[in-house]
């Protein structure tokens, strides 16, 4: 069964950090892409960052110096680590992924973890 | 930029009816990136159709979609009690690498 956990999502003050993590299972990250996708409470989807099988990173305009997306190979983790944080980073941060097979859709998500950034 | 508008933003129908949801992209994409999703509260998105007309693994063949350039659509031939979620179109692209429409609400009437 593929299955994507993400886990480290809490309450944390403006200005402060957070490192959001997706373990998976049944699917290899680092053979796939992999994307962190965002919903801020009430709202729609929006992508926030992708990761390559070749290494590859790219990023909303919105995140872009503040989060970083990364890997660990032999853990077959996605990270994502959030500096200064802002209260429109609120959200439930999901990971998602794919094979080239689906044009770059997604088709593996996680259940998602809750960032709330307030003071 | 591309922006994917979707319409209507609610759609209030009863089970067996057959909606047609639209989304339409600010310029010409190539339909290999076009999917669709489904979203039901509190759960994750899951992936429905991607380039444009070809179903995910699982998904039942009452939804299909359709379009090229600028307009595609997602259609569901029979409505059924579990299709009453939100809808999203994406499109995958260059900058930024993905962008969603705003979503389609599919609310029993």
């Known amino acids: 069964e593929v299955k994507l956990v993400e886990s480290g999502g809490g309450l944390v003050q403006p200005g402060g950090s957070l490192r959001l993590s997706c373990a998976a299972s049944g699917f290899t990250v680092s053979s796939n892409y992999m994307s962190w996708v965002r919903q801020a409470p009430g709202k729609g989807l929006e992508w926030v960052s992708i990761i390559y099988s070749g290494g590859n990173t790219y990023y909303a305009d919105s995140v872009k110096g503040r989060l970083t997306i990364s890997r660990d190979n032999s853990k077959n983790t996605l990270y994502l680590q959030m500096n200064n944080l802002r209260g429109e980073d609120t959200a439930v941060y999901y990971c998602?992924?794919?094979?080239?097979?689906?044009?770059?859709?997604?088709?593996?998500w996680g259940q998602g973890t809750t960032v709330t950034v307030s003071s | 930029e591309i922006v994917l508008t979707q319409s209507p933003g609610t759609l209030s129908l009863s089970p067996g009816e057959r909606p047609t949801l639209s989304c339409r992209a600010s310029q010409s994409v190539n339909s290999s990136y076009l999917a669709w999703y489904q979203q039901k509260p509190g759960q994750a998105p899951r992936l429905l159709i991607y380039?444009?007309?070809s179903r995910a693994t699982g998904i039942p063949d009452r939804f299909s979609g359709s379009g090229s350039g600028t307009d595609f659509t997602l259609t569901i031939s029979r409505l059924e009690p579990e299709d009453f979620a939100v809808y999203y179109c994406?499109?995958?692209?260059?900058?930024?690498?993905?962008?969603f429409g705003q979503g389609t609400k599919l609310e029993i009437k």
């Open positions: 380039g444009a007309s």
């Open positions: 998602a992924g794919g094979s080239a097979y689906y044009y770059f859709a997604m088709d593996v």
């Open positions: 994406q499109h995958y692209g260059t900058s930024p690498k993905y962008t």
